[in-house]
């Protein structure tokens, strides 16, 4: 396993555990008003082992975050295949995920990102860095346009979990992956690999 | 006396400075912080007055949101001209709209309607009812998909408001309208008119 953070890792089911409770106390509460010790008594363990495992909230909420919806897990799935036909597979890879109960996490960070600053900054982040940059730069698509490109198909897919997720809206809610993937695959292929109508 | 509320339509500049101040309260604190007795208080008014023009906060609520965005004053720009370029001038118009200094109240509504699920319905309902289901009718688009066409150009929309307004991902929030338009409005068209890939 890697360790980026110079944490310990420490034992992995206490550490899993920990993680669960987590993303529970940021689902239920938001960033703001969860606690590392709401987490810990949610864990079973003492906060000072939450601390040490996983540093300050802002370290735990980022493993959080990166684990229900883990680019090197997903990414290879996507790119399977490569260019042809990213867009549906993106598109059913997302719809998998939300739909899974990994999704109300993801929905909660969501919520939290639009009414939060600083959650907004940590998605924008996690968004573009992790998932919409490594996916450009592995489908050998960088050009000048490459962030534009990104930006459009993350207005595509947040707005999908927008409307599907969180706002509820028929008949998005109904429909099926193979449905959005063949209704909204070709608009994330264009955003990826067609023409965006931008001169240079 | 009575209008389409019961409720008298009053003083034309009073009733204009109560909408205002209740924009501007909705905007700072949401739906649920904001309250008659703060808007009275900003528009100069005794909160009686509010209540006599209003009625409920809800009530007022209504107001203030089909303001900013009335259909009936945006729709006739986005169709004249008919089914062509619909698209794109749809992108337009809700750029411009959100752009104008009326989006901060947009914007304010879209972050209350992901955390609060009362409003969700209200948002829901307007965009359904009041925008979409209005602008398919009109464009003669009407079949048994045309909700989720509907459905997708709200997924498409609302996510471009999403990304651009709330999160504020660049280069979205730098490109210009007509480069939204020219990546956007061809997504929009394939919803409203094109193949979206459902059978039947």
Redesign the interface.
Known sequence: MARRTGRRPGNPATREAILQASRAAFAERGYDAASIRQIATGAGVDPALVHHYFGTKEQLFLAAVQAPIDPRELIPQVLAGGVDGVGARLVRTFVRVWDSPRGGTAAAL??S???NEWT?RM??EF??TQILRRAIRELGLEGPDA??RA??V???????A???Y???????VS?TAD?LA??????VQ??LTGD???DG
């Open positions: 969501l919520r990102a639009v009414t907004a998605l924008r968004v573009i962030m534009l930006g459009l993350a207005s595509q897919l947040l707005g999908l927008t409307t599907r969180v706002l509820k809206l028929e008949p998005l429909a449905q063949a209704a909204i695959g070709p608009t264009r955003y965006i109508g931008q």
